[in-house]
């Protein structure tokens, strides 16, 4: 079965870095576009940045420039680098992969972002 395990999250001081790391198994890995969603304590969950199988990416404006999502197909994992970090990018990180017309999430990572 699919299975999505995130990692690499804590607290930060603002203008900090994370490297988040999601691993996928259960999935041809290599197949599928990835995603990084967050949320935020009383907001809805939001797309942060995806990843297609070719390497092509997408990112939020509120990120851009300061994050970076890759991926390494041999390890099927998919990776959120974030630099300087900021006080509203506080919240918990998902990754999630949209296969057989059904959405896999895991579990989620906290990133907390304060001094």
């Known amino acids: 079965q699919v299975q999505l395990v995130e990692s690499g999250g804590g607290l930060v001081q603002p203008g900090g870095s994370l490297r988040l790391s999601c691993a996928a198994s259960?999935?041809?890995?290599?197949?599928?576009?990835m995603s990084w969603y967050r949320q935020a304590p009383g907001k809805e969950r939001e797309l942060v940045a995806d990843?297609?199988?070719?390497?092509?990416?997408n990112y939020a404006d509120s990120v851009k420039g300061r994050f970076t999502i890759s991926r390494d197909n041999a390890k099927n994992t998919v990776f959120l680098q974030m630099n300087s970090l900021k006080a509203e990018d506080t919240a918990v990180y998902y990754c999630?992969?949209?296969?057989?017309?059904?959405?896999?999430w895991g579990q989620g990572t906290q990133v907390t972002v304060s001094s």
């Open positions: 990843i297609t199988p070719g390497g092509r990416t």
């Open positions: 259960g999935f041809t890995f290599s197949a599928y576009v």
């Open positions: 999630k992969v949209y296969r057989s017309l059904r959405e896999y």
